[in-house]
């Protein structure tokens, strides 16, 4: 059985594009520093969090983030 896990490259391209950081987020939508470190960790965060995070860039779920295969 595949293990899927988030893949946030969209995220981080997409902050790029708007000329934004990671650490934007954490003040803007009052995300704990925990959050943030899943993120780049490449870990689950709740999808209100991610809801949050599409409003405020003004996009989709599928823009910021994918489930893929886990390396091994």
């Known amino acids: 059985m595949k293990t899927l896990v988030p893949d946030y490259s969209g995220l981080r391209m997409r902050l790029a594009k708007e000329k934004k950081h990671l ?4 003040q803007i939508e ?3 520093s925990g959050t943030l470190t899943k993120i780049n960790a490449e870990e ?3 999808m209100k969090v991610l809801a949050k995070i599409c409003a405020y860039l003004d996009c989709e779920l599928e823009d910021i983030v994918k489930l893929v295969e886990e390396k091994k």
Do not use: N, P
Request: hydrophobic residues 40%.
């Open 44 to 46: 689950f965060v709740h």
């Open 30 to 32: 009052k995300m704990s």
């Open 23 to 26: 650490t934007d987020l954490r």
